[in-house]
């Protein structure tokens, strides 16, 4: 199943939290610079999946590849790179909270990087005018809006270039203007660097907008359910579920 | 419309099998919920009931009130096999029973078991106990893993997160230090002066508050200090910062939260433990001088001169090695119990508050070990 442009597959995966089996027979592949979507109801276990995939929890069983590398087999200092090609978004931004803005999109590059402290200040204030936070250098992160520390968050996401980006509901707590313009950040950044972005999102609006394909996850059989192009499947889904989930319950099925 | 505050119910029986209760006044919030017991009665005695049905056009004003009253008789009457006609009711009251029973109720028992069997428990609670030291030492490995890392120049902190933290623990706890050592000192110098004043032995007031200070009080004070100051910060800290995501975030970005987080403080507090340490030795003697001039007729200089003939550089070292000790443990406690800290809000509270607890017990518990060695091996 591996190809050459596939960036991560999924094989088979199992998750567990303790002894409750939280999703099973996962199985999907994501392509080199395609915007993938995974979507569900609440409490189907799509943060769950995304805490796989940035590696915090190891699977239950199967195996999660990234080009051909599985993640818990390979030794640390492939891990280590592994992980350095990883842009995450969390839902909260999880910015650190005792650092400003700029030493938090700073920190990655210091720790990877032999950047002179100049140069990394360059590329923190470019980073930060990318988001539309030019300016907020100095800010810490209490002092400024849900929507900016996520915007910030996205910044410091982005501080290395990484090939794979990963959002956790990016849309959730935000106005639909902002929401709109972090989805069109989202597809520029895709265009400009060419990375692969996985979003976990239940937002229909973005999910139309910017999905290229998709994965639904079924709460109630505990597995994915249907896969694809999110307005393939509006169109051409049979599952009752899936369709009135991207109908907005209006499928009438 | 029923004018009437009070609510009323009757029981009508137009024919044999057929029941018609017959609302009329307020069903409303006040007070106590009205009691199906007088339907219930009537079903038991009469058992040629088989329909229910509701005449509400004397009802007033109605509320949840009036909708538990009917959630109670519904599930009566499936038990009873009886039929209930909603027809009767408000048209307001049959949508809000027909949402309320539109979801079936979780039939999944898995969670909440309210009824455990005591063996259960006691079976629960050693695998609790037996994952919590698990992690504990798992914790203490890769704190020494973190260490092996800082000498070999590979571990990743800030330097300015280091100095901060630092700063945090050394000079700004001079203040309480100072305070609570000086009275230290002057306890220690008026509980020993009662006694040796019989003795007409006052001057030892001075070798009794040195070598208590020196071997045990100054490390002890500031160490318990520090649980209750820095640990609990420690803690405090690193606990939010789970339940803002903000751990999860370092480790995606191959930042290891041992070396960017506990490193940086577990160093700070190891380093300054010891120097606070000296301080509040010192700081503790003359509190015992102040007690000694003011109520004792000592002289300053006789004071100082029989500390110094009676104090030896071993009992400062005695007390320095175990302040070195308190400090791995007030650091290990805050950083262990704030990197388990769970996800909400209220974990972090219990958090801090096991970090305290944890520190102050571990720090007797090793000073009473060390006291021990000590005495066995004459030092």
């Not at chain 1, 990484?162 to 313009?181: H, M, N, Q, T, Y």
């Not at chain 1, 692969?196 to 973005?206: D, F, M, N, Q, Y």
Request: neutral net charge; glycine residues 10%.
């Amino acid at each position: 199943m591996t190809r050459a442009d596939t960036h991560l597959t999924v094989n088979n995966l199992e998750m567990r939290y303790g002894y409750s089996v939280i999703q099973k027979d996962i199985n999907f592949f994501v392509k080199r610079g395609e915007i993938f979507v995974v979507m569900g109801g609440s409490g189907c276990g799509k943060s769950t999946l995304l805490r796989h995939l940035i590696g915090l929890k190891k699977p239950s069983s199967g195996e999660i590849l990234y080009g051909n590398d599985n993640f818990w087999k390979v030794n640390p200092l492939e891990k280590e790179a592994i992980i350095r090609n990883f842009g995450v978004l969390y839902q909260s931004g999880a910015l650190w909270s005792s650092m400003t803005l700029a030493e938090n999109v700073a920190f990655p590059l210091e720790q990877y990087t032999k950047l002179e402290t100049n140069e990394i200040k360059d590329i923190v204030s470019f980073k930060l005018s990318l988001v539309g936070l030019s300016g907020f250098e100095e800010f810490y992160p209490s002092e400024i809006s849900g929507g900016m520390q996520k915007r910030a968050g996205l910044a410091r996401a982005i501080a290395l270039d990484p090939d794979i980006l990963f959002f956790d509901e990016p849309s959730a707590g935000l106005d639909p203007v902002s929401a709109k313009r972090l989805d069109d950040l989202i597809l520029e950044l895709r265009d400009s660097l060419g990375a692969t972005v996985i979003i976990v999102t239940h937002e229909l609006a973005s999910i139309f907008d910017i999905g290229d394909n998709s994965v639904f996850l079924d709460a109630e059989s505990k597995t994915m359910i249907a896969m694809g192009n999110p307005r393939t499947l509006l169109k051409e889904s049979r599952d009752p579920k899936v369709s009135n989930f991207l109908s907005r319950g209006k499928s009438g099925k | 419309m029923g004018i009437n505050g009070q609510n009323r119910l009757t029981l009508l029986n137009p024919s044999s099998d057929n029941l018609v209760l017959k609302f009329a006044g307020d069903w409303k919030l006040k007070g106590h919920l009205p009691s199906i017991k007088d339907v219930e009665g009537r079903i038991k005695v009469d058992s040629n009931i088989k329909r229910l049905g509701f005449d509400t056009k004397e009802i007033g004003a109605w509320d949840s009130a009036l909708l538990i009253f009917l959630t109670k008789l519904n599930k009566l009457c499936l038990e009873k096999n009886i039929k209930v006609e909603l027809y009767g009711l408000p048209i307001g009251v049959v949508k809000l029973l027909k949402l309320a029973t539109a979801v079936p109720k979780r039939k999944d028992d898995s969670h909440g078991e309210s009824r455990k069997q005591f063996i259960t428990d006691i079976g629960l609670w050693i695998i609790e106990y037996f994952n919590a030291t698990l992690q504990t030492i798992n914790f203490i490995g890769e704190v020494f893993l973190a260490f092996v890392n800082l000498i070999l120049g590979k571990a990743r902190f800030r330097k300015t997160d280091f100095i901060t933290v630092i700063q945090e623990c050394g000079v700004q706890a001079l203040p309480i230090v100072t305070l609570i050592s000086l009275l230290m000192g002057m306890i220690l110098a008026f509980v020993g002066s009662i006694q040796l004043k019989m003795f007409g032995a006052e001057i030892f007031v001075a070798n009794l508050v040195g070598l208590g200070m020196a071997r045990e009080m100054g490390a002890m004070m500031t160490a318990i200090i520090m649980a209750g100051r820095t640990g609990a910060a420690f803690s405090a800290q690193l606990g939010s910062m789970h339940v803002n995501d903000e751990i999860d975030a370092l480790r995606t970005m191959g930042i290891s939260p041992m070396e960017a987080l506990v490193l940086p403080r577990m160093l700070a507090l190891t380093l300054m433990m010891p120097l606070l340490c000296i301080y509040a030795n010192f700081i503790g003697i003359i509190g015992g001088a102040i007690v000694a001039i003011t109520s004792l007729d000592i002289s300053l200089i006789q004071y100082f001169e029989q500390s110094r003939n009676n104090l030896g550089l071993i009992d400062f070292i005695a007390g320095l090695i175990k302040s070195v000790v308190f400090g791995v443990i007030v650091a290990t406690s805050g950083c262990l119990r704030g990197m388990q800290c769970g996800k909400s809000s209220t974990d972090v509270g219990n958090t801090t508050t096991s970090a305290v607890v944890t520190g102050i017990v571990y720090i007797v518990v090793s000073d009473a070990i060390l006291t021990m060695i000590y005495s066995i091996i004459g030092f």
